[in-house]
T-cell receptor, first 111, second 116 residues
Framework: SQKIEQNSEALNIQEGKTATLTCNYT??????LQWYRQDPGRGPVFLLL?????KEKRKERLKVTFDTTLKQSLFHITASQPADSATYLC??????????FGKGTTLSVSS | ETGVTQTPRHLVMGMTNKKSLKCEQH?????MYWYKQSAKKPLELMFV???????ENNSVPSRFSPECPNSSHLFLHLHTLQPEDSALYLC???????????????FGPGTRLTVT
């Protein structure tokens, strides 16, 4: 069956370090992958999209990679700040079907 | 108002009650969605609407009944719910429902539902 796994439920890092979150999938061939941020009691907010023919995408302190051979995406936040503390969700598509979301990784950045 | 709004933000209802959740999007999008988010579980897609027509129903129990009177408004009518239906219900919209184009989804703040 199709499955999406985000490496861990929780990730704790110190301010200034780089946070790396992992999204692995099986039995999918997604055309793209999206990353969202969700704060407690709020809806997810779109951050980045990376397509299957793109290796890397950047936006300010965020970087996403997509390896279709490994079936994995890495989401990096450089120079992390306490304000980056949130839950980060990855989502995949199959052509013509809805997005499939992972459970999310909760990032805590301590000062 | 901008973006996607949802009312009420919190709802407590008994198992025999009937209530409705409301969602409105101010983005001019064509597609609207209902998701259920339970603790420790991924977002579960419930319904998809495209130009007011339902295009997807992910085997949702009939005690959940969606309504989409126009492309800006979406309702979720609730009746005879069970305690396990307690969750955060999220509404979202996107430019197009066909996901191969990669349009991002814009979410509302959600309704925290508790069924007693």
């Amino acid at each position: 069956s199709q499955k999406i796994e985000q490496n861990s439920e929780a990730l704790n890092i110190q301010e200034g370090k780089t946070a790396t979150l992992t999204c692995n999938y099986t039995n999918y061939s997604p055309a793209y992958l999206q990353w969202y941020r969700q704060d407690p009691g709020r809806g997810p907010v779109f951050l980045l999209l990376i397509r299957e023919n793109e290796k890397e995408k950047r936006k300010e302190r965020l970087k996403v990679t997509f390896d279709t051979t490994l079936k994995q995406s890495l989401f990096h936040i450089t120079a992390s700040q306490p304000a980056d503390s949130a839950t980060y969700l990855c989502a995949l598509n199959q052509a013509g079907t809805a997005l499939i979301f992972g459970k999310g990784t909760t990032l805590s950045v301590s000062s | 108002e901008t973006g996607v709004t949802q009312t009420p933000r919190h709802l407590v209802m008994g198992m025999t009650n009937k209530k409705s959740l409301k969602c409105e999007q101010h983005l001019g999008h064509n597609a609207m969605y209902w998701y259920k988010q339970s603790a420790k579980k991924p977002l579960e897609l419930m319904f998809v609407y495209n130009f007011k027509e339902q295009t997807e129903n992910n085997s949702v129990p009939s005690r959940f009944s969606p309504e989409c009177p126009n492309s800006s408004h979406l309702f979720l009518h609730l009746h005879t719910l069970q305690p396990e239906d307690s969750a955060l219900y999220l509404c979202a919209s996107s430019q197009e429902p066909r996901t191969e184009f990669g349009y991002e989804q814009y979410f509302g703040p959600g309704t925290r539902l508790t069924v007693t």
